[in-house]
């Protein structure tokens, strides 16, 4: 018979890992218990957050991500304070250090989050963002500045001082407009090439051509443009979207719903036409084909003529405008002998034409200030959907 005390060679050789195998087991499932309930607290806060408010939501997000990158800084810390030899007072200065770059990571995510925003519902702000940060212009923060932005030349806003003030007017312009169709472009900006481009290929079948979403922002109902020639009238929505984007059913209702609005206050023939770069789902092809709304496929191209070359009804006075224009989306081309669109400034200089924009005075000049041939339209404050 085996006595007790000779149980424990075999208890240590063969418990003592079961032991610590459990307990490692437990001391891990208690971790994964304290992690969930951790993740669960935090989508907690978040939706909590957003729910609250956008802004409360933005800084929720803004503090995580400074949390999450703070976390590498506190590993460093962390080192420092238990390798073999520590370097305690160096980890306290790493300490330091991450608290105060936590501090500055969550407001400079919140104010990049709210910059967007700005960007998004006031899309005017991006054609003026050079502006307002050049003090060559003169614009104040106890002043409201809108008749300040409209008065600088926009070419002023693509060339530097140097380049505007040594080239001549046909260059510093074909320079401007090159530099605008080569840079980075918002959704919003691509939205509005995009309606100008289908309008440029209606005008060019000789259709006049408002175009309504340029104008109005919000308030156009979803037409972009309003296309009219002999009698007929065409309700055009455009969305230009990337390929990887599907144009589902209900933009085709809402498409249909502007239309049959608009064609109550309207006489002649009036059709409804979907223009987009993309592929429409095939519940979108069978609601439209069903509601009788014709649908386009028109890739977006930046080889065309863009310069707007319009002839005065009143002075006959020949006037070219470019795309960054105040007055541009409003200009007419069609509807008098002699206006075209021009590819480049000396095609359009050489036929007569100058831009609306004339400087007044030197200093006016230099500072950024024009006088428009017509009246400036004010900044609008909408965005585009």
Known sequence: MISL???????????????????????????NVIARKRIQNTLQERDEAFLNSHAQGRQ?????????????????????????????????????????KRYLQSRLTFLEYQLRAYEEYFPFLEEYRDAILDDRFGLSAQADN???????????????????????????????????????????????????YIGYLYESRGWKVVFNGAIKGFEDFGRDLICT??????????????????????????????????????????????????????????VAEALGIRVDRIPLTTDYPMIKCNISGRTREKIYHLPFDQQYDRVVIGDRD????????????????????????????????????TKPSSVRRTHRR
Not at 5 to 24: A, K, N, S, T
Not at 72 to 100: F, G, N, T
């Open 146 to 196: 809108i008749q300040q932005l409209e008065s600088i030349d926009p070419v002023h806003l693509l060339l530097g001082k140097d380049e505007f003030d040594q080239l001549s007017t046909a260059q510093r312009n074909q320079l401007a407009l090159d530099r605008y169709l080569s840079r980075s472009k918002s959704n919003w900006e691509i939205g509005r090439l995009y309606e100008r």
């Open 229 to 286: 020639c002999d009698g007929k009238t065409e309700v055009v929505q455009a969305k230009c979207w990337s390929r990887e984007k599907v144009i589902r059913e209900k933009h085709i209702f809402q498409l249909f719903g502007t239309y049959i609005h608009f064609r109550k206050g309207s006489i002649g023939n009036v059709v409804a036409v979907f223009i987009t770069t993309t592929e429409l789902s095939p519940e979108a092809i069978e």
């Open 338 to 373: 002699g206006e075209f669109y021009a590819a480049t400034i000396e095609e359009a200089e050489a036929k007569g034409f100058r831009r609306a924009w004339r400087y007044v005075g030197e200093q006016a000049g230099r500072a950024g200030m024009a006088e428009h041939t």
């Open 60 to 100: 929720w997000l803004a503090d995580f991500i400074a949390e999450a990158r703070a976390e590498i800084d506190k590993q460093l810390e962390d080192h420092l304070r238990y390798k073999p030899h520590p370097a305690r007072k160096s980890a306290e200065v790493v300490k330091d250090i991450r608290k105060e």
């Open 5 to 31: 005390p000779d149980y424990w060679p075999l208890i240590l050789l063969y418990g003592g890992p079961l032991l610590i195998g459990i307990g490692f087991g437990l001391g891990h499932a208690t971790r």
